[in-house]
Antibody
């Protein structure tokens, strides 16, 4: 059974860059054409997709509402994928989840990490 | 403002049935599969329904999903207090090339 675990950056200062890593165990991140994604949830709010990546498909999709602030990458030797979000503001305070798509980017997220709370402070 | 529209809250008594609606457009629900997620308090979302009406292993058959045109519906029968959670619909939007979610519906079992 594949398991996902987000890193814990804790607090990030406004205007700086948020960096998160998702460690995948129980399966290879580079196998098949599976997509891996990031989703966030601001306090008391709903789910917001940030973006998704596939190593095998050599493809990345990003939420256009984030205006290119988000970058997702894959580190196959470490079996991890990462999110960097630059120029953060208080509006980026949220629980950040990493998750696996069933296969394609249009498929649902069938496996989720527990989430990590990131607080942007001034 | 979410691309998909859900009612903010629904409620029903234990043992009863509840439905949660999710409304979209031709670029998302109308031409793509819909999934539903359950988020219990303080936990990560969990996949409940995929491909409009399929249940992952371990999801009981009192949970169902359907789709008609640009709307989808989640149904739960035999409500239990353990079903109290937030429920989200999600799909792919072909025009945005993005995963989109509904705003979520809080289910209260009275």
């Amino acid at each position: 059974q594949v398991q996902l675990q987000e890193s814990d950056p804790g607090r990030v200062k406004a205007s700086e860059t948020l960096s998160l890593t998702c460690s995948v165990s129980g399966g290879s991140i580079s196998s098949s054409y599976c997509y891996w994604g990031w989703i966030r949830q601001a306090p008391g709010k709903g789910l917001e997709w940030i973006g998704s990546i596939s190593y095998s498909a050599r493809s990345t999709y990003n939420n256009p509402s984030l205006k290119s602030r988000a970058t997702i990458s894959i580190d196959t030797p470490k079996n991890q994928f990462s999110l960097t979000l630059n120029s953060v503001t208080a509006a980026d305070t949220a629980i950040y989840y990493c998750a696996r798509h069933n296969i394609a980017v249009a498929d649902p997220f069938d496996n989720w990490g527990q989430g990590t709370l990131v607080t942007v402070s001034s | 403002q979410s691309v998909l529209t859900q009612p903010p809250s629904v409620s029903a008594a234990p043992g009863q049935k509840v439905t949660i609606s999710c409304s979209g457009s031709s670029s998302n629900i109308g031409n793509n599969y819909v999934s539903w997620y359950q988020q219990l308090p303080g936990t990560a979302p969990k996949l409940l329904i995929y491909d409009n009406n399929k249940r992952p292993s371990g999801i009981p058959d009192r949970v169902s999903g359907s789709k008609s045109g640009t709307s989808a519906t989640l149904g739960i029968t035999g409500l239990q207090t353990g079903d109290e959670a937030d429920y989200y619909c999600g799909t792919w939007d072909s025009s945005l090339s993005a995963v989109v979610f509904g705003g979520g519906t809080k289910l209260t079992v009275l």
